[in-house]
C-alpha cells in the first residue's frame, strides 16, 4: 500500500493541527512545524496574504511543500471585526478567551448576532501555489457554551447546525460544516485531477 504524500503544516497551534491532521487523514501524511522556526510576522491586509506568507516561510525553511490557513471570524454588526485580527483581537499575546470576552463586550446589546467565519488554506512548494476558501455562516452565542474545539468556537453557532455551538458538537460535526474542513475539502477537490502527490515536494 502506498504511503500517502507528506507535507508540512505551518500552524504552530497543536489544535489547528489536530483538526488538519483529522480532516486530512489518509490522504496526506501532515508533519509538523519544525521546532525552532522562527515566528512569521502576519502583517499582510488580509487571510491569503498571510496564508501566503506563512505556507512560503516554512516551505523554504523545510524544503517540502507547506500547508498554511488563516482564519477569521467576520461579525457583521463589527464591521467585519475582528477578522484578519481574529487570533490577535485582544492583543498579540492574546488566549482564546480573553479574545472571547472581548468579542462578547462589544457585541452587548447587539441584536444582529449574524457572523461568517473564513478560512484561506494554502499550500506553497513543490508545484508551485494552491489555494482554497471555506466559509461557514452563523451567529454568535450571548455567552461561551461547550468544552470542544479552540478559539472562537464556544460563542460561533454554524447556521447549518441544531443550535449548538462548534464547541458542543464532535469533532467529526464540527469538520462536517466547518469553514476549515471545506477549505481543505476544497483543496483537495482543486488538485484531484493531478492528485495529491504535487503535494510531495522535497
Given at each position: ?74 461579525v457583521a454588526a463589527l464591521g467585519g471585526a475582528p477578522g484578519v485580527r481574529s487570533a490577535r483581537y485582544a492583543g498579540d499575546d ?109
Amino acid at each position: 500500500m502506498t504511503s500517502p504524500p507528506v507535507i508540512v503544516a505551518a500552524t504552530a497551534n497543536p489544535a489547528k493541527l489536530s483538526e488538519i491532521r483529522e480532516i486530512l487523514d489518509g490522504i496526506l501524511e501532515v508533519l509538523p512545524r519544525p521546532p525552532g522556526l522562527p515566528d512569521v510576522s502576519e502583517d499582510a491586509p488580509d487571510l491569503v496574504g498571510n496564508a501566503r506568507l506563512k505556507a512560503n516561510a516554512v516551505a523554504i525553511a523545510t524544503g517540502r511543500s507547506a500547508l498554511a490557513d488563516d482564519t477569521g471570524l467576520e461579525v457583521a454588526a463589527l464591521g467585519g471585526a475582528p477578522g484578519v485580527r481574529s487570533a490577535r483581537y485582544a492583543g498579540d499575546d492574546a488566549t482564546d478567551a480573553e479574545n472571547v470576552t472581548l468579542l462578547l463586550h462589544r457585541m452587548r446589546g447587539v441584536t444582529d448576532r449574524s457572523a461568517c467565519f473564513h478560512t484561506v488554506v494554502i499550500v506553497a512548494g513543490g508545484s508551485g501555489e494552491v489555494i482554497s476558501h471555506g466559509l461557514c455562516e452563523g451567529t454568535i452565542a450571548t455567552e461561551p457554551r461547550g468544552g470542544g474545539g479552540f478559539g472562537y468556537d464556544p460563542v460561533f453557532v454554524p447556521a447549518e447546525g441544531d443550535g449548538r455551538t462548534f464547541a458542543e458538537m464532535s469533532a467529526g460535526e464540527k469538520h462536517g460544516m466547518s469553514h476549515r474542513g471545506r477549505a481543505l475539502r476544497g483543496l483537495l477537490e482543486l488538485v484531484a485531477g493531478d492528485g495529491v502527490e504535487r503535494f510531495d515536494g522535497r
